[in-house]
């Protein structure tokens, strides 16, 4: 937990010696609250405060990170819902391959060629779980290896299978799945020898605890918590009894969770569960595209920042080759709202200019009411785009939803006929058909 600038000032020497750069050690510990300066800028604090303050500034839920090929990031949450702040490192979806398939490779390099374009962002899948169930292990991951360079959790309880199969992986973060109280000991040795993460199985938060601190003992710090919960509802208390604990500073229960919907009976709902409440790895039993772009989409919509909107860069964008006399549109430059017209003008076959301007990532109307979306500054648009030397034809059209601007606009640009387009993006071809020709 964060220590007040008070707090930080009691661990300090207190002698007032200016060398950190500040008139006294009150001023510097204010300062260091504040995260605006470096500890190490005190050149006598003694190594118990060092341990304590680094201790209060570690994050409540420990950065867990996959790397292989690509990065797959878990932890350092920092708040119980979204609104409060913001989530920071989405829940890695992950597609589970049995050693026994004998598609295996073929399935996984499928999966790993997955790319899917929503709002201007390319969604793909971030990893591959690897589960024995008789075979050739090793083989396995090496197949997969070949596959995809994505990171892996590997799921066995052999620690010698597990050893040989962390050797082909040299150089990578994996993670080791699952330790429990009957077999943690050579699992947490095997986690300590390769620098893996490692996953500790209980059915109750209780036994967690008590296990992440036996584990940490033996020298292993990057753990990932697995509450072994049977159903949704077991599910959903678990993870959200394991968030609230962490946030109040129970260290032995701050790591991120790991959930199997892969398991569950409705693995849609389940896996929709596990990415809303606080699941920092997710393992899908199968690659299957009708089920994970809606949870790739879910998951984008939950972990952006909610003071940041999506957003595209402002300026002209050319929709099915528009011609000189072809019409104008504009909008602002909020993700969804740029999208939505431009599928739709794109959809019809119909030219036309699209320009996006600036209204700090704002839907039409959230920029209208908000002052970010007039007459001005679309006209400052039009002015700064250069569009008059692009177009033959000097018409203008603005969303019907901000009509009562186009007298203003008018006002702002006498050269150009304004005209007042539907409210809804899906009715534009309909009405460029109409009325545009």
Known sequence: MALSGIQIYKLLPQTNCKECGFPTCLAF????????????????????????????????????????????????????????????????????????????????????????????????????AVEADGGDFVGAVKAVRGATKRPLILIAKDATLLDSALNLLAGESALIYAAELSDYEPLADLAKKHKAALVVKADSLDALADLTQKIKAKGVEDMVLDPAAATLSASLSRNTQLRRLALKNVRSLGYPIIAFPCDAKDEGVAAAQAIAKYAGFVVLSEFKPELLYPLLVLRENIYTDPQKPIQVLPGIYEINSPKPES???????????????????????????????????????????????????????????????????????????????????????????????????????????????
Request: net charge neutral; with cysteine; glycine share 6%.
């Open 327 to 437: 019409p104008v549109l504009v909008t602002t430059n909020f993700s969804i709202t740029y999208f939505s017209v431009a599928n739709e003008v794109e959809g019809s076959g119909l030219p036309a200019w699209l320009v996006v301007t600036d209204a700090e990532g704002m839907s039409v109307l959230t920029a209208w009411a908000a002052g970010k979306f007039d007459a001005e500054r679309i006209a400052k648009a039009i002015k700064t785009f250069d569009l008059a030397s692009k177009v033959s034809k000097k018409r203008i059209v603005l969303p019907g939803h901000v009509a009562v601007l186009s007298g203003e606009l008018e006002e702002e640009l006498p050269d150009w006929e304004i005209r007042v387009g539907p409210r809804e993006a899906v009715d534009l071809p309909a009405f460029m058909k109409q009325a545009l020709n």
């Open 29 to 128: 510990a204010m300062k260091l609250a504040a995260k605006q300066v470096e500890l190490s800028a005190c050149p006598y604090v003694s190594d118990a405060s060092k341990q304590q303050l680094a201790e209060s500034a570690a994050p409540p839920i420990r950065l867990i990170t996959l790397k292989a090929g690509s990065e797959v990031k878990a932890g350092n949450e920092v708040v119980m819902f979204r609104h409060e702040k913001s989530f920071y490192n989405k829940s890695g979806l992950f597609i589970r391959v049995k050693v026994s398939d004998p598609d295996l490779a073929k399935k996984v390099a499928a999966a790993d060629a997955y790319k899917v374009n929503y709002v201007g962002m390319d969604f793909t899948i971030d990893g591959f």
